[in-house]
């Protein structure tokens, strides 16, 4: 994308956007965003700079690069919302929290009356069942399944 590069949008896209902020039911950032892409639209004749579109939007430099970049290469959708963002993983799976039941549920450790969320992490990974685990995470999975250790 070139520095000076201008957006042009279509009659149906500037339609789309204006009908999006009046609406008022998507979240503020795209409502932000919808409002700088109206704002650097040079269409309707408008020509205002960068500085001008940042103090009316109310949105950084940076965005409106990142918005502008967005827009000219994947589309107006692609410049209006994020992409999900891919969490980590959760260590406990069907299977893990199987066995963490099984363990609960079980007759504690010799010398214990009861089991205790770190007993059990401990006991998940000597048994080779997970490579690592909280005790937190442990007690976090039994709080979803209604159960508790020891009684």
Known sequence: ??????????????????????????????????????????????????????????????????????????????????MPRPGAKPKIDGEVEAHLVALACSNPPEGYDRWTLRLLADRLVSLEIIDSISHVAVGEALKKMNLSPGK
């Open 1 to 82: 994308m070139s520095a000076h590069q201008h957006i042009y949008l279509q009659k149906n896209e500037r339609t789309e956007l204006e009908q999006m902020i009046k609406s008022g039911v998507h979240s503020a950032r795209v409502i932000a965003r919808a409002r700088a892409l109206l704002l650097l639209d040079r269409s309707e004749g408008e020509t205002r700079t960068i500085e001008q579109v940042i103090d009316a939007a109310m949105i950084s430099q940076g965005t409106i690069y990142n918005l502008k970049k967005r827009y000219f290469s994947e589309g107006l959708n692609r410049a209006l919302y994020e």
